[in-house]
């Protein structure tokens, strides 16, 4: 066997191995889930109306706009207040307000368009009595679609704004 065919096993089985998961099934399982790495176990039992899951799946974590537009629509706003009394209800949470775009448009026209989003949702928020100590803001324009694809249906639903929750 020549060194390079050594050479060349070598690597492929160091490259096997680094695809290997010692803890076999789903890194999801065990927190490596999400942006910040964060279990579904971390958000709590989704039917405790206290809980971040609970705010997730029952009250609902986005809202969505209209084309080139960060005006509420009236679901928004319905959304917004149910938001708010939960958030009010539950003081020890902070918030993270992530303004999105849909794919049309330049990359800087998309971050300014996310960030009057965010902070609409903001003002809103505030409005409803939440306090502003709570909520930080940030766009991200075009950057994170949900899913892309150049039809309609995709540019709506990445034409929102989450509220992510944290403790």
């Known amino acids: 066997m020549t060194p390079f065919t050594k050479a060349a096993l070598v690597v492929a089985a160091l490259a096997l191995a680094a695809c290997n998961n010692p803890r076999g099934g789903d890194d999801y399982a065990y927190g490596g889930a999400g942006a910040g790495g964060i279990a579904s176990t971390a958000l709590g039992d989704p039917n405790d109306p206290a809980s971040i899951a609970y705010f997730n799946q029952t009250i609902g974590d986005t809202v969505h706009f209209t084309v080139d537009s960060s005006d509420l629509t009236e679901q928004a706003q319905i959304i ?77 639903m990445n034409r929102r704004a989450v509220t992510v929750v944290s403790n």
Do not use: M
Not at 94 to 122: K, M, Q
């Open 80 to 156: 917004l207040r149910t938001q708010a009394v939960w958030l009010n209800r539950n003081p020890g949470y902070s918030i993270l307000i992530e303004g999105h775009a849909d794919e049309r448009g330049t990359r800087e026209y998309n971050v300014a368009l996310g960030a009057r989003r965010a902070a609409r949702v903001e003002r809103f928020l505030i409005g409803e009595g939440v306090s502003a100590d709570r909520i930080r803001t940030v766009s991200y324009g075009k950057e994170r679609p949900i899913e892309a694809c150049a039809e309609p249906r995709c540019w709506d």
